[in-house]
């Protein structure tokens, strides 16, 4: 693309770089006349929607080959491997309607089933069973596995039903003799309590329901002079109130989770993976998601299975019922095909949507969806979105980029929707819009990883050193990008008082405090107070979002923005805040500018009267000559402490912290790596007491520093230790941003599982209370279903206090 890029005249880019909305189609038109003469171009066009040129085409021989080493893997006992070599055998085989090719998938799905029934994985091996059985109902080996994963299940009667049918297909002597054994085992466990039921890994609407709850508010888009369209509600809101639940418009994984998470939910995917059935580039974690994503299923059981004629009559019942008792779990037959796949218009043997950059390609699907509306509805107004695009204020470099790739992306639509989309100037022009419309409202879709690891954590297994560390963070994992249509009204707040989580792709916004009737419903955008100080938010907001914040936090004094990155007094005695290249200069008694390089913010001063800042700390004790009434203009430049006026030697301070930090990250690698050596340890204690010496009490830098440390800690088996450094971290973060921060939760759920790992069950207790109190707040009271961590703190945890009353 940087090759076509540089063939374009000079003349064209300035035109590109100057163009406005209004001229949108004169440039779009002369770039689409230049692009489609030149040879360069036309080469990348046909590497992108060629189908003998692309990559991701279904080859039976490289499928072949997978099986092949997947066989020599588990003859070896790698049974992981050889789970993973049948996967991408079942990635790559063709999916025709052909007998021969139905039962080779067949083999491959029971090769799956029997490689994860031996690493215990018996929910994914029953699931692969019932692909089989469908694939080719007349399979005996599919049947027996799928009586032998059932029998571990403990479904016994379902077991005996699956071997009592393998045994009447079995033509073998020695195979019914095997048969007829594990038969007579389960006779006598008949009468035993049958396992639990089985579900399928589908979305289930009504489980995310349950843990979304409900809401009936009414909330109203509203228009303000300062931030302008937003959202608001005729009433006064609840903390913790669900307010909004939305499906995106059109969602894309990003490319860091392409091979780990469901291309439709999200989720990350079972062992027993899907994928697309005319390519190789997505992953499903289920059929249901195959089919939302794709729009299409391949109806095996009545495409392929001829083979069932052969059998008695008295075997239709049951091939039957193995197909819609389990199978069709797996294969939702309620599809709404008024849904418009996502996927489908990529998937033609070409991979173009695997090489053109993820917010591109969400392009496409929504212009996917644009163009289906279109040809089913007179009107044409669903060829827009109502949506800001701040095209004016977008890069000359950004500009020219968009264009190029509406041009590329216009011609690979064309390649499926023939005259349903013409690559015209129109065409071109509603793409660059749509574009930057993505790039300044599409939302991250954040999955926490945490959420599932407590699955396989017995609740008679103990915590300790040896087993915390896997599951005693919450790691937030950006999984996709997203547009949601009403999600995108909701305005930025630094201080924001309502809170947006997922529930695989569905957006759910929920109030964290008291909202009152017509007060803005603010979300944050991702800068926010206490995780940046108030200039670094400026720029990246108007980087990213192209719009000058002028929320509260952003308009008054406060504290984290002071201290989060400043450095310590030179006299000890004193909490000042140092700050490195800001100014401050205060008006009289009405308010004070802040400025750093070009960048200059005023800030009203707090009345201390009626007003506590930041957690009820008082400015006042880190920042005095800020709020000293003299009635003229003062000015403090960087370097000096902004309440006692001592000057710092910023180059010595910046270069022991630069120092302290280099040996801290030298440990917090180690800890990566599942190993910290004594002697970088000491040297990282002795790097975070120089920290402290030298950076401001409440900085980032030495909350961070703090946690790293107590995780090293635990790692090394110190629990004493790590809960020492976590318990200062905690105290750290609670000034920068509040108390009952979603932060300062994530936090807590380590300090209570290291409390709980030393036998102190009290304080543990209290630990969990206070998490319950955040998570209720940002999740809703169902949130123990979403963290089931926090339900089995809290049961440990009480559990051990009350042992330690009793004794």
């Known amino acids: 693309m940087e090759k076509v890029k540089s063939l374009i005249p000079n003349d064209l880019k300035k035109a590109i770089a100057e163009s406005t909305p209004e001229n949108l189609l004169r440039t779009c038109s002369s770039l689409l006349e230049f692009l489609r003469s030149l040879p360069q171009f036309q080469q990348v066009i046909m590497e992108l929607t060629d189908p003998e040129m692309a990559l991701c085409q279904k080859v039976k021989e490289k499928a072949l080959d997978f099986k092949i080493k997947g066989n020599d893997c588990f003859s070896k006992g790698d049974l992981h491997q050889a789970l993973g070599f049948y996967s991408q055998a079942l990635r790559h085989i063709p999916m025709t309607s052909n007998d021969m090719e139905a039962n080779l998938i067949a083999t491959l799905y029971i090769n799956r089933a029997f490689s994860m029934h031996k690493l215990g994985l018996f929910e994914e091996c029953l699931r692969d069973c019932n692909r089989a059985i469908a694939l080719s109902p007349s399979y005996v080996k599919a049947w027996y596995r799928r009586g032998k994963v059932n029998a571990s299940l403990h479904n016994y009667r379902a077991a005996v039903h699956d071997l009592e049918i393998a045994l009447s297909m079995e033509g073998t002597s020695s195979g019914k003799g095997n048969i007829k054994e594990e038969l007579k085992m389960l006779q006598g466990k008949l009468d035993s309590t049958e396992g639990p039921s089985i579900s399928s890994n589908d979305r289930d609407d009504d489980k995310l329901a349950s843990l979304a709850g409900s809401h009936d508010l009414v909330l109203k888009c509203v228009s303000t002079p300062t931030k302008g369209r937003g959202m608001a509600s005729p009433k006064d809101i609840h903390p913790a109130s669900l307010l909004h639940t939305e499906e995106p418009l059109a969602a894309i994984v990003t490319k860091s989770c392409r091979e780990t998470h469901c291309h439709f939910c999200f989720n990350e995917v079972p062992a027993d993976t899907l994928f697309c059935p005319t390519c190789t580039i997505p992953i499903y974690c289920s059929q249901k998601c195959q089919e939302l994503a794709g729009g299409e299923y391949l109806c095996w059981s009545q495409a392929c299975s001829p083979a069932e004629k052969n059998h008695a009559a008295d075997f239709a019942e049951c091939f039957a019922g193995a197909i819609s008792a389990n199978y069709t779990k797996d294969v939702s037959t309620k599809v709404n095909f008024k849904h418009v796949p996502e996927h489908r218009h990529e998937c033609g043997g070409t991979h173009w949507s695997a090489v053109l950059p993820s917010d591109i390609v969400l392009a496409g699907r929504i212009m996917a969806k644009c163009i289906a509306k279109r040809s089913s509805e007179v009107s044409n107004s669903a060829e827009t979105l109502d949506l800001v695009h701040h095209y004016d204020q977008i890069s000359p470099a950004s500009k020219l980029e968009f264009h190029i790739y509406a041009v590329v992306l216009s011609f690979c639509l064309q390649q499926y929707y023939r005259s349903d989309h013409p690559c015209s100037e129109a065409s071109v022009a509603k793409l660059v819009l749509l574009i930057c419309q993505i790039r300044v409202n599409s939302m991250a879709i954040v999955h926490i990883q945490s959420a599932d690891r407590v699955a396989n954590f017995k609740k008679d297994q103990k915590l300790s050193a040896t087993n915390i560390m896997p599951i005693s963070s919450i790691e937030q994992v950006r999984v996709g990008q997203a547009i949601y249509s009403t999600g995108s009204f909701f305005n ?277 209370k206070q998490v319950d109190v955040i998570f209720s707040l940002y999740y809703g009271a169902n949130m123990t279903k979403r963290f089931p961590y926090i339900g089995f703190l809290r049961e440990q945890a009480v559990i051990l206090a009350s042992c330690a009353t009793s004794i």
């Open 492 to 768: 930025h707040s630094c201080q924001p008082n309502i809170h947006a989580y997922f529930l695989s792709r569905t957006l759910l916004i929920r109030s964290t405090e008291l909202v009152p009737a017509w007060c803005p419903l603010e979300l944050s955008y991702g800068p926010q107070v206490g995780q940046m100080d108030l200039l670094e938010r400026q720029k990246s907001l108007e980087e990213q979002y192209f719009f000058k914040c002028q929320c509260s936090s952003c308009s008054k004094l406060n504290l984290s923005d002071l201290v989060i990155n400043a450095f310590h007094c030179p006299q000890s005695n004193c909490l000042g805040a140092v700050v490195e290249m800001t100014h401050h200069k205060v008006f009289g008694d009405d308010f004070v500018q802040v400025s750093r390089a070009s960048r200059v913010c005023k800030l009203s001063l707090p009345n201390f009267t009626s007003h506590k800042v930041s957690n009820n700390e008082d400015i006042g004790n880190v920042a005095i000559k800020l709020l000293q009434k003299s009635g003229f203009t003062s000015h403090i430049n960087p370097g000096y402490c902004l309440n006692c006026g001592s000057l710092l030697e910023m180059d010595s301070a910046i270069a022991a912290t630069n120092n302290a930090m280099s040996s801290i990250n030298r440990m917090k690698d180690s800890v990566v790596l599942e190993e910290v050596p004594q002697v970088i340890m000491s040297n990282a204690l002795k790097s975070l007491s120089c920290l402290r010496s030298v950076k401001h009490p409440y900085s980032k830098a030495v909350a961070q520093s703090e946690d790293y440390i107590a995780e090293a800690f635990v790692r090394m088996g110190d629990l004493e230790s790590a809960m020492k450094h976590c318990k200062a971290s905690i105290k750290i973060l609670e000034k920068l941003y509040h108390t009952e921060h979603i932060v300062i939760g994530h936090e807590l759920i380590k300090l209570a599982t290291i409390q709980l790992s030393l036998g102190d069950g009290t304080s543990a207790v209290n630990s969990v």
